[in-house]
């Protein structure tokens, strides 16, 4: 079982920056992909930055050249750097692992781990 443990979020005022965190337990893991999504109050969750273990990004439109995630295997951590916070980035902020795992007779199936969530209110 995988855990991921999200940090570095608070209070912030507009135009600042902040780096989130997720440290996830486990070693020798096939890792997919690693992202960020947010949920703001009254909306869907939406996704902010996704690192594909190809090395390939994506980002939400509205956090493009604002944001970036990297990954540290050394400290199996995951990051998710942020600057020129806007008042509408403010949600809770999730960490999202996908294992990917072989299958007995061929081919891959996927697992999805979640972070417990870290508030970011970017607010004067």
């Known amino acids: 079982q995988v855990q991921l443990v999200e940090s570095g979020g608070g209070l912030v005022q507009p135009g600042g920056s902040l780096r989130l965190s997720c440290v996830f337990s486990g070693s020798g893991l096939d890792i997919a992909a690693v992202a960020w999504y947010r949920q703001a109050p009254r909306k869907e969750r939406e996704l902010a930055a996704r690192l594909i273990s190809d090395g390939s990004t994506i980002y939400g439109d509205s956090v493009k050249g604002r944001f970036t995630i990297s990954r540290d295997d050394d400290k199996n951590t995951v990051y998710l750097h942020m600057n020129s916070l806007r008042p509408e980035d403010t949600a809770v902020y999730y960490c999202?692992?996908?294992?990917?795992?072989?299958?007995?007779?061929?081919?891959?199936?996927?697992?999805?781990?979640w972070g417990q969530g870290t508030q970011v209110t970017v607010s004067s």
């Open positions: 999202n692992l996908v294992q990917r795992k072989s299958l007995p007779g061929g081919g891959h199936s996927f697992v999805d781990y």
